[in-house]
């Protein structure tokens, strides 16, 4: 039981390059989210899924684009990456948050992204 | 808007010593608070709150919720080395995200 994979784990990019951040889980959940986290920031939620066939914003996803491609994958796309966009990113899952029911999140553990 | 704020932000402690984490938050809807504990890499649950008054425990550390004061700690007694991370706590707004908290760097010293 692999719980939230991750790939890649580092990655180094030029201003203007895109990539794509690639996220699984094994645990049939059906929410995923990504987060990026900056020193002293905490997490902050880019973007979720609750079930699978639908995404929506969070908090911070200007210059982000996501693709929930079935219930266990959720990626993550940079389409031209900035030097602001350096971060260490986190994919999570959590059950279906349903009927006034809080669920614990799972993460992955994380991709260090640098832009130069 | 919504926020969470811990303190302090950084602890430096010796090993057998007893810490107390503070975690407030201004919400507009609440639902319930969450524990994590990170690491290295990625975060790791511990506590999930959701009446105040009612302790959650789990070896050496344990949590309570106070809604009326809007905030909660997290006790860890007895420290050892491995209690050395950042603790974060976040809280479920009803809405389908959560929001966190910028955590306390916690770092126990032999």
């Known amino acids: 039981n692999a719980g939230v994979t991750q790939t890649p784990k580092f990655q180094v990019l030029k201003t203007g390059q895109s990539m794509t951040l690639q996220c699984a889980q094994d645990m049939n959940h059906n929410s995923m989210y990504w987060y990026r986290q900056d020193p002293g920031m905490g997490l902050r939620l880019i973007y979720y899924s609750a079930s699978e066939g639908t995404t929506d914003k969070g908090e911070v996803p200007n210059g982000y684009n996501v693709s929930r491609l079935n219930k266990r994958e959720f990626s993550l796309r940079l389409e031209s990456a900035a030097p602001s966009q350096t971060s260490v990113y986190f994919c999570a899952s959590s059950e279906a948050r349903l009927a006034g029911l809080t669920y614990e999140q799972y993460f992955g553990p994380g991709t260090r992204l640098t832009v130069t | 808007e919504d926020k969470v704020v811990q303190s302090p932000l950084s602890l430096v402690v010796h090993e057998g010593d007893t810490v107390t984490l503070n975690c407030s938050y201004e919400v507009t809807n609440f639902r319930s608070l969450l524990w994590y504990k990170q690491e290295k890499k990625a975060p790791t649950f511990l506590f999930m709150l959701?009446?105040?008054?009612i302790e959650k425990k789990s070896g050496r550390l344990s949590s309570i919720l106070d809604k009326k004061e809007l905030s909660s700690i997290l006790n860890i007694t007895a420290t050892q080395t491995g209690d050395s991370a950042i603790y974060l706590c976040?809280?479920?707004?009803?809405?389908?995200?959560?929001?966190f908290g910028p955590g306390t760097r916690l770092s126990v010293l032999p």
């Open positions: 959701t009446s105040s008054g």
């Open positions: 976040a809280y479920d707004n009803y809405g389908q995200n959560f929001v």
